[in-house]
């Protein structure tokens, strides 16, 4: 004999067995799928095995490779031309390379008026003519480059001021050293350290110009 209530509850059950699977299958149709970001680093390997790094590194400044500086122990100091004109007189100064290697030269020299070789400073030191460039002069043996002095009136100046005294040499430090060439150079200067009377001008490739 059939047993209908059991009948109809196992049918019940496997209809909501069904049914359960049904929305199970809807929910992963229209569910929103999770997404992996994968991010992909390239990486250079050096020789040797070892990993580079992967941040790219400033650019290093570097220094053009060239001639060492003229020291003034490889240098001749020269008068050149020279000129007046009212109140300042213009005297170039050569500088030329008695050694056996190349030099270069760069920037200002120090200049001041002097007891003689070795002697004692007299006055101030000659100061920077204003908007004057600088350059690189490379020198080769025998080659020569010149500075240009700028030397005022001492007998313009007050007394006061001045304290005026007759000398006859100039001292020269080549740009970036402390050896010193010396030159006759006669005129009138003002003793007194705090008094300038004199400019000096940046190295210049040749013989140079007082004009």
């Not at 006859?168 to 003793?191: F, H, M, N």
């Amino acid at each position: 004999m059939i047993n209908f209530p059991v009948l109809a509850a196992r049918r019940l059950a496997i209809a909501a067995a069904i049914a359960g699977a049904g929305a199970m299958i809807a929910a992963c149709g229209h569910g929103s799928p999770s997404v992996t970001v994968t991010k992909t680093i390239t990486q250079t390997v050096a020789a040797g095995g070892k990993s580079a790094s992967t941040t790219p590194s400033s650019p290093v400044p570097t220094t053009p490779a060239g001639a060492s500086g003229c020291l003034a122990s490889g240098l001749q100091a020269q008068l050149g031309p020279g000129q007046g004109t009212a109140g300042t007189s213009y005297q170039v100064v050569q500088l030329i390379n008695t050694s056996t290697s190349t030099c270069t030269l760069y920037g200002f020299p120090g200049v001041s008026f002097v007891t003689g070789i070795g002697g004692t400073q007299i006055g101030a030191p000659a100061t920077r003519s204003p908007g004057k460039a600088k350059v690189l002069v490379t020198l080769h043996p025998g080659d020569k480059a010149n500075l240009l002095l700028a030397v005022h009136d001492a007998g313009a100046i007050p007394p006061g001021q001045c304290d005026m005294k007759s000398v006859g040499w100039l001292r020269i430090y080549p740009p970036g050293d402390y050896g010193a060439l010396y030159v006759q150079y006669k005129t009138q200067a003002c003793s007194k350290a705090s008094k300038s009377i004199m400019e000096v001008g940046p190295v210049r490739a040749g013989a140079g110009s007082a004009g």
